[in-house]
């Protein structure tokens, strides 16, 4: 899964990505976060590129992400998101899904702060998928968690049992897709056609 926004219709894990979270004062921050979880008790930053996604059926167990979803969990803002469909001779082609207003939406997230040998801080995220809505049923069986303006609060700063409650599919009827072209794979490419439908 990449994610797009307006300024960059080609975001992928291992990129720093726009993130809000709770500050301690009460406030929403926004932060450049690598996208790829280092757990905080992690040996070395590699283990980020294996963590861009948790389950949400396991995010709460697993011990890479179980801390994280308990008290550091932030929003993802983005316009839209690709995910891939398997088609004849093997190939997958791409989907751009977004909402069907064409507004930004929040994708949920969980966030890590992670200490080098050098003292350096590397602050990083991962996001949150669950089972599919009916718009992502013949792409994928996957989609990331969208959070609804109105539970933006709760995701932030709740207990986890009410965030898990969040962890669901998003209403189909809000959103839409359609296929994009194969450049969208490659992750140097960029330029607002690459959400430009196709065929």
């Known amino acids: 899964m990449f994610a797009s926004s307006r300024l960059t219709p080609n975001i992928s894990p291992g990129t720093d990505i726009p993130s809000i979270r709770h500050a301690p004062d009460g406030r929403r921050v926004m932060h450049l976060l690598r996208w790829g979880l280092v757990p905080n008790w992690a040996k070395d930053p590699t283990i980020g590129a294996k963590l861009?996604?948790?389950?949400?059926?396991?995010?709460?167990?697993?011990?890479?992400?179980?801390?994280?979803?308990?008290?550091?969990?932030?929003?993802?803002?983005?316009?839209?998101?690709?995910?891939?469909?398997?088609?004849e001779g093997g190939k997958k082609q791409p989907y751009y899904f977004s909402m069907a207003d064409g507004q930004p939406f929040a994708l949920g997230g969980l966030w890590e702060s992670w200490k080098g040998p050098d003292g350096q801080i590397l602050r990083t995220c991962c996001l949150i998928t669950t089972g599919p809505n009916e718009v992502m049923v013949p792409v994928h069986d996957r989609m990331p968690v969208i959070v609804?303006?109105?539970?933006?609060?709760?995701?932030?700063?709740?207990?986890?049992?009410?965030?898990?409650?969040?962890?669901?599919?998003?209403?189909?009827?809000?959103?839409?897709?359609?296929?994009?072209?194969?450049?969208?794979?490659?992750?140097?490419?960029?330029?607002?056609?690459?959400?430009e439908a196709i065929g």
Not at 162 to 190: F, G, H, I
């Open 52 to 87: 861009s996604n948790a389950r949400g059926e396991t995010v709460a167990e697993k011990p890479s992400f179980r801390s994280a979803f308990q008290r550091r969990r932030c929003l993802v803002p983005a316009d839209g998101f690709y995910e891939w469909k398997a088609v």
């Open 148 to 195: 609804a303006p109105a539970d933006f609060e709760a995701w932030l700063t709740a207990d986890a049992d009410t965030a898990l409650s969040l962890v669901r599919p998003y209403p189909p009827e809000t959103m839409q897709s359609w296929p994009v072209d194969r450049r969208v794979s490659r992750s140097a490419e960029e330029g607002t056609g690459l959400i």
